[in-house]
């Protein structure tokens, strides 16, 4: 466990509102820490923010650059014309050990090719993965609500060994980040059968089910992705996405069906306005305002992509995440656990007992 003064380096022109919402966001956190944040960006920009904000200055540093990768920049056309920008240099100067972490809401595309320029991935690992973290109707009340999907969407598919690696990643931030115990992972596939699935599902359930240190209860399908079924949910990165953003399409649907309701008969509106103190406590669990963004998985080095659209305090939850994942070491143990997995591999040994 890290006991230095973590230092975060953050992408201060990432993001649709930057460098207003990166800014008050970080100032929102070093008020809550005794963390460095270096600020990579306009520095004028960045000082004007700084300057509607109390804050400790000492806690805060910029190194200058006056370009940027915006969102309506093409990511690979962006990456190879500015050289300087904020997104690469944040990447450079990690790489470099100039911060335990970087912290950016620009383009995931951008972000995730920022890092493979620069920072190399954990030994092992051929692909990195973006997880989401998202509420789910789990019955044990003591355990978290949140469960981790990987990959959603950073490749269009993989091999078995990616997602044994997703899997390790998966049960390592959850542990770390989250405190979850010895959580549960499953394969995300179309049908609970063993036998389900394209090579690359039987292959990869071989594995995860011969790994004694992962607590592996099979495949689910996409109905069970909600209800809390598994803690980590292992997916190639196609399935994945689509899965996702079907689950977030229907929480939209939901959430638009109220406000027509909300306009519709008396009967309606008083059912809603007498559910309305649950929906407020549900909208709290279920937003990804209370944790703000959440790792590149992957890299040997911590990355977390915050979402763009994110107000200030969604910005300071993804800082909470990093620092969370710098104090516990998670990188390290992610290592850790695919070295020795990789080890197992050579040897031609599974862990089963």
């Known amino acids: 466990m890290s006991k230095k003064k973590p230092v975060i380096i953050i992408d201060a022109m990432g993001g649709d509102f930057a460098p207003g919402i990166t800014v008050d966001g970080t100032c929102q956190m070093a008020a809550e820490s005794n963390a460095h944040f270096i600020m990579v960006g306009d520095e004028a920009k960045i000082k004007a923010e700084l300057e509607k904000h109390t804050h400790n200055k000492d806690q805060f540093s910029i190194v200058h650059t006056d370009e940027e990768i915006t969102m309506e920049d093409s990511p690979r056309k962006a990456i190879r014309e500015k050289k300087n920008a904020s997104v690469l240099l944040a990447a450079r100067m990690l790489k470099e050990g100039k911060g335990d972490a970087m912290v950016s809401a620009g383009s995931t595309a951008a972000v995730i090719l920022a890092a493979s320029l620069y920072i190399k991935r954990i030994p092992g690992v051929k692909r990195a993965a973006i997880g989401t973290i998202f509420p789910t109707l789990k019955e044990d009340r003591k355990a978290s609500l949140y469960s981790v999907i990987m990959d959603v969407g950073a490749n269009i598919n993989n091999t078995p060994d990616d997602l044994v690696h997703y899997a390790y990643m998966g049960k390592t931030y959850l542990e770390e980040v989250f405190d979850f115990d010895n959580p549960s992972i499953a394969l995300l596939n179309i049908g609970a059968e063993e036998h389900k699935g394209n090579d690359t599902m039987k292959a990869a359930y071989k594995i995860l089910k011969s790994r004694a240190d992962l607590n592996f209860i099979g495949n689910i399908e996409g109905n069970d992705i909600t209800n809390g079924k598994s803690d980590v949910i292992v997916s190639e990165g196609m399935l994945g996405n689509v899965a996702m953003k079907s689950v977030e399409g229907a929480g939209e649907s939901v959430k638009r069906l109220a406000e027509i309701a909300m306009k519709g008969k008396l009967v309606w509106k008083l059912g ?38 994110c107000n200030a305090y969604a910005y300071k939850n993804g800082l909470r995440t990093a620092l969370k994942a710098v104090e516990m070491n998670m990188i390290g143990f992610m290592r850790d656990s695919i070295s020795k997995f990789e080890s197992d591999k050579e040897k031609g040994t599974t862990q089963e007992s």
């Open 272 to 309: 809603l306005l007498l559910l309305s103190g649950g929906i407020k406590k549900l909208m709290k669990v279920a937003s990804y305002e209370e944790y703000g963004g959440a790792p590149i998985f992957g890299f040997d080095k911590l990355v977390v992509k915050n979402h763009g659209r």
